[in-house]
Nanobody, 124 residues
């Protein structure tokens, strides 16, 4: 059974940093691309990044460019989303997902497995 478990979310003040983790079990992550998404209240899901099997990255969101970074550690079967300089507009549920194929040039929902998401709230 494949499971993706996100953690690391929480309530933080503007300007803070968080590192989200996505720990995967039931498959060998080195054979999969990892996507990161977020969904804010009342908004559609937004694709942020995809990091492929060879550590290549696709960046999808200008809103997080220069502040967020996607990482992976195949030895730990995990992926990470480093988020810096958080602001209120970053408040959302953040999710990871994996796909056996390479990262798409544009974000799409065609991933094989999804995590349940972790809430990030940025507020003073």
């Amino acid at each position: 059974q494949v499971q993706l478990v996100e953690s690391g979310g929480g309530l933080v003040q503007p300007g803070s940093s968080l590192r989200l983790s996505c720990v995967v079990s039931g498959l060998n992550l080195e054979n999969y691309s990892v996507g990161w998404f977020r969904q804010a209240p009342g908004k559609e899901r937004e694709g942020l990044f995809c990091i492929n099997q060879r550590n290549g990255r696709q960046y999808y969101s200008d809103a997080v460019s220069g502040r967020f970074a996607a990482l992976r550690d195949n030895a730990k079967n995990a992926a990470y989303l480093q988020m810096n300089a958080l602001n209120a507009d970053d408040t959302a549920v953040y999710s990871c997902a994996v796909r056996h194929s390479s990262c798409p040039r544009q974000p799409d929902p065609f991933y094989d497995y999804w995590g349940q998401g972790t809430q990030v709230t940025v507020s003073s």
